[in-house]
């Protein structure tokens, strides 16, 4: 009999690094979408966390949009190491291989990520499983919910709840 697989857990980053973890949610049937994203510290405590009702149609927009909306957020923060993850691998293929041009509708997004990325001294993106991105993905669905961009407080008991069984992989 196999052993069971290792549970997986949010890994905090490096001491001079911030993580941003981005995700997007889509309603199919009426094309409505929400972006979400959480950036923490080496501990894994939220720094800034907000969701927003986003204009997409596909999933690979939705992704590109909430890692671009959460990448303008840690630029205006002045972070300057930043290791971002997300779920979905095809996007982190087309922001690393600029011979290939991603889906016409997602170009100028793709290109503001890239340009985005040169005003930190390190960014990175990594694919992470689904089952490692739930605060992100709870942001995202959250945004349906809100009118405008919002900000959460990090004191926001779910949201830390959320956060720690992340870390601990409990979620």
Known sequence: MAAPPEKQ????????YVKLNSNASLLQRTMTGGLGFIIRDAQGWPLLVASKKGS???????KAMGIHM???HVAMARYKRILVEFDNLVVIRYLQDTNHLPPILAVSVIDDIRILCQSFDACSFSCIPRCVNVVADSLAWKALLVACLTVWPVSTPWL????????????
Do not use: M
């Open 70 to 72: 959460g990448l303008q």
């Open 160 to 171: 830390l709840l959320l956060c720690k069984g992340e870390v601990s992989g409990a979620s």
């Open 9 to 16: 857990s949010w890994i905090p980053p490096s001491q001079d």
């Open 56 to 62: 997409f149609n596909t999933a690979f927009l939705g």
